[in-house]
Structures are given as C-alpha cells and as structure tokens.
C-alpha cells in the first residue's frame, strides 16, 4: 500500500512537472489511481498508474522527439526511436539515424539518466576528454565537446543541459568534423530547455 502510495504522488509530480495542468487523458488515469487506492484497491491503482505512466512516456518522448536536429541538406533521416531506461538509472533516450551514401551519423538525447553526469565529467579538467583528440567549441552558445578522427572518419561531438539531459552525436564514414557540427547545430536547443524547466 505504501508502495501505490508513492507511485502515485511520483507520477503525479512528474506529469504536473512535464505538462501544464488540465483534463486530459493522463489526468484521467491519475484520477482513477487515486480513486482505487482510496478504496484500497492497490491493483486497479497499479493498472492505473502504469496505464498513466505509458500515455505519459509516450507524450514526453514525442515532445523530446521535436527538439532532435532536421536532417542537413542532402541527408535521410531515421524516425526517431526511444527507449525506457528504467533497467539502467530511469529516464528516457531518444534516437535518430542520418544516412548519406556510406556516412552514417546518429543522434542521440538522454534524459533524467546517470549517463548525463558521465558525460558531464567529460568537461572536467581530469575528465577523459582533458586528452588529445578533443576540442571545445560552441553549439547555440552552449559549451561542446568534439573529437575527429581523419584516418578512420569517424568521430562524435558532446553535450550537456540543465544536468538533466546529455545530447550526443556520432558519425562514421564522414569527411569531416563539420558533418558533425552542422547536425548538431540542429538541436532545438530552446524547446529542450523548456522541457527541461531551464
């Protein structure tokens, strides 16, 4: 019971957090979870939380979704693709592919996950990125971080917001690090700090 409990003022926080309050259908379930636990009907609350959590998941990843940078002039994109990271830390990661011939390029947002504070240590001075191979550059006014290797093409370019979100990019088969600076000025970087309540 106090399991339910806690599960329904979380959830709770995180839609008032996420979306602005009004009657929807997440509201609606959240409602009925109450409701259920109220009546100390813990498995109708659970069914209605986690009916609530699915609409909501879904909401957030299509809001997220938008903020993933537009294919360059030239190159395809993947819809994008998210994935639940409850087994490794909670949140969600978003994912887009890029195709242009045989270079391929890969966006990905995590979100609310540990892996922001890994990325965050790539911007410490004894972090991994304090080595050769990475430089410092500027994405919508936002510090990044780059690598480029010309003999095997590839390379990725870094980022963090609010120390809630890391943004990542990754190319292979490319000519240049500009591949990956132009994809990354992509990133809507407004709407991610909006979501993020920054």
Known sequence: MRLAAG??????????GAIAARADDISDKLDAARGAYARADALRALEALQAAETALTARLTDQFAKALPPPPAGWEASPPDS??????????????GYQKGEAALNAELIVDNPAVANAQ???TPTGPAGGAGWKSVKIGGEDALLRFDQANKD??????LAGRAALQIEGSEIASEQALTDLAQGWNLALL??????
């Open 7 to 16: 599960l329904v003022v979380s959830v709770g926080v995180w839609a008032a």
């Open 155 to 160: 390379g990725e370019i870094v980022m963090t």
């Open 121 to 123: 240590a790539l911007f």
């Open 83 to 96: 994935q639940p990271l409850d087994a490794i830390g909670g949140g969600i990661t978003i994912t887009r």
């Open 193 to 198: 700090k909006k979501l993020l309540g920054s």
